[in-house]
């Protein structure tokens, strides 16, 4: 496969390509997308997460310590921050000391290494799941909405407008939609495998609003983002193209399981019930499962996020439609042998 070229932004600009890179959480879904597109491009790649991988110059470290890792970004000119909690169940604490402490020491690595610029992976979660229809940069971000997923996320971001704020390192903040593309745990394996379990369920009766990106498009956004100075001091949302009905995206799912009709669905409030109590007997059996009542209010949302900042100011726009991630995806599926039957259309 040729190497993919860098993406082009507005007035045909090329983004910079940092000469070295650092990522966290460079072994999850996307913090290996973008050691991959970096070092297609010609850039030198190092990273942490909780595992070492000696092949992509990964080390081990814990994000929610300072450590001989944080070292290991030295002479880099670029840190992308995408290592944080991603779940609704998780405990509190953990996200305390991992997606809000950690962003700070990612910062210090950043500092020290003498990096030219800091850009933080953060989420649309950040506006909370029932946003207004117009939400875009400038509508508040939540606290305290009873969801610690969500609240991480937007509380992460303080300690990156500090920094920015005091001159510590020019940083730029993105807000992706719900990424997708071959090896998303959230959004590809765990709900095919709870398909497959008879475990999978929608709220709204399947007409919740999904935004999908696919993992190729966000990956071109962070790079523009990075790499344009119009991108320091920034945050944009990084979008797809336009919101699907939850029930239109997980029909591929259902198709991939080998199963025939549509995502199984209720309403919200009968979802929430059944999934609080599927999460209770999973914690009595020692199985936790993401299928919780926050899941089900995720899932539920009505609105999506505006993208027209990231479109005019950097000049991204999103390649990859739906029907082309998903076969992307069910390519990459069936290179794992991960669907034993042809359920194609």
Not at 208 to 230: H, T
Not at 323 to 345: C, F, H
Request: glycine share 10%.
């Amino acid at each position: 496969m040729e190497p993919r070229p860098a993406p082009v932004g507005l007035a045909g600009q090329t983004p910079r390509i940092a000469r070295r890179v650092f990522v966290t959480g460079a072994n999850g879904f996307v913090g290996r997308a973008l050691l991959v597109r970096h070092r297609e491009l010609g850039a030198e790649v190092c990273g942490m997460d909780v595992r070492a991988d000696a092949e992509w110059n990964v080390v081990a470290g814990d994000l929610g310590e300072s450590g001989p890792w944080q070292a290991h970004a030295k002479g880099c000119d670029l840190v992308i921050h995408t290592a944080a909690v991603v779940s609704n169940i998780a405990p509190a604490e953990l996200y305390r000391r991992v997606s809000v402490g950690g962003t700070r020491r990612a910062l210090d690595a950043a500092i020290a290494a003498g990096a030219r610029r800091f850009v933080h992976v953060s989420s649309v979660g950040a506006y909370g799941w029932h946003r207004p229809p117009d939400t875009d940069e400038k509508t508040p971000i939540t606290v305290l909405s009873g969801n610690a997923y969500q609240d991480a996320k937007a509380a992460s971001e303080h300690p990156v407008l500090t920094a920015h704020c005091a001159g510590e390192i020019a940083c730029t903040i993105v807000r992706p939609t719900d990424v997708y593309g071959p090896a998303s745990r959230p959004w590809v394996l765990l709900p095919l495998e709870m398909i497959r379990k008879g475990l999978f369920l929608l709220p709204a009766h399947g007409r919740g609003r999904f935004a999908p990106i696919y993992i190729d498009d966000l990956v071109d956004g962070i790079l523009l983002a990075a790499g344009l100075d119009a991108g320091a001091g920034q945050i944009f949302n990084l979008t797809g193209f336009a919101p699907v009905p939850t029930a239109e995206f997980f029909s591929h799912h259902v198709r991939w399981a080998g199963r025939s009709g549509p995502p199984r669905s209720f309403s919200t409030p009968a979802a929430i019930r059944i999934a609080t109590l599927a999460a209770f007997v999973g914690r009595l059996l020692g199985r936790p499962t993401e299928a919780s009542g926050q899941t089900m209010l995720m899932l539920s949302k009505e609105h999506g996020v505006s993208g027209e900042k990231a479109r005019r100011v950097l000049g991204y726009t999103p390649r990859v439609d739906l029907a082309e991630g998903m076969r992307r995806t069910e390519t990459w599926l069936r290179e794992q042998g991960l669907l034993s039957v042809d359920r194609s259309p």
